[in-house]
């Protein structure tokens, strides 16, 4: 059983294209996150939501839009993509201050 | 915010240990953990450590924090070709809200 799942893993679209990223968490957990990580293989964080609340919005552009419709699953919406876009794009999930599980992630490649 | 920096690369023979360090800025964290990051996967967590304590032995991993000096190490002892990966410190830093910072990771390449 897969504890964090992220769909699609490669995800190869035209820049102007309106694009989805779905992720569900079978733990149980009350938080879950989005994280970037770029070419440089850097990661940052991009969203959390708290039992479907949103709680940290790390300056991400307005393109972006995260929606939780129960606290298993937190799907990432983006408008517009950009070639800056491309990345790789991780789910996670925690339950306070405890470990992280990630997602295998999802390869976005803007064309 | 807060500044996590490890080395970029690290480059050790095999059977030798690795040694990869990580320092922080400014702000503690209850827990410190050591993710790995295989080509094309997701990160797995390797080990983590309380943030009052100052080493923790888990098989080939040894975890060290000196908090005084905001330093976090990960010893890995007989490297083998299979720990060839990017490996990420990582902490629930004060003031960063219920969030993972991670460090800008180290490449580790294990030669034979």
């Known amino acids: 059983d897969t504890a964090v799942s992220q769909t699609p893993k490669y995800l190869v679209t035209q820049m102007g294209n309106d694009k989805s990223i779905k992720c569900e968490q079978n733990?149980?957990?009350?938080?879950m996150y989005w994280y970037k990580q770029d070419s440089k293989k850097f990661l940052k964080i991009m969203f959390s939501?708290?039992?479907?609340?949103?709680?940290i919005n790390e300056t991400v552009p307005n393109r972006f839009s995260p929606k939780s419709p129960d606290k298993a699953h937190l799907n990432l919406h983006i408008n517009s993509l950009e070639l800056g876009d491309s990345a790789v794009y991780f789910c996670a999930s925690t339950q306070g201050e405890r470990q992280a599980f990630f997602g295998q992630g999802t390869r976005l490649t803007v064309v | 915010g807060e500044d996590v920096e490890q080395s970029l690369f690290l480059s050790v023979r095999e059977g030798d240990s690795s040694v990869i360090n990580c320092t922080y800025t400014?702000?503690?964290?209850?827990?410190l953990y050591w993710y790995k990051q295989e080509p094309g996967a997701g990160l797995q967590l390797l080990t983590y450590i309380f943030s009052n304590m100052d080493m923790k032995q888990d098989q080939r991993l040894t975890v060290l924090l000196n908090k005084k000096d905001k330093h976090l190490s990960l010893r890995i002892a007989d490297t083998q070709t299979g720990d060839s990966a990017i490996y990420f410190c990582?902490?629930?830093?004060?003031?960063?809200?219920?969030?993972?910072?991670f460090g800008t990771g180290t490449q580790l390449k294990v030669e034979l």
């Open positions: 990582a902490g629930n830093f004060t003031g960063g809200g219920n969030k993972l910072t």
């Open positions: 939501y708290n039992n479907k609340e949103l709680i």
């Open positions: 733990l149980g957990h009350d938080t």
């Open positions: 400014d702000s503690s964290s209850t827990y």
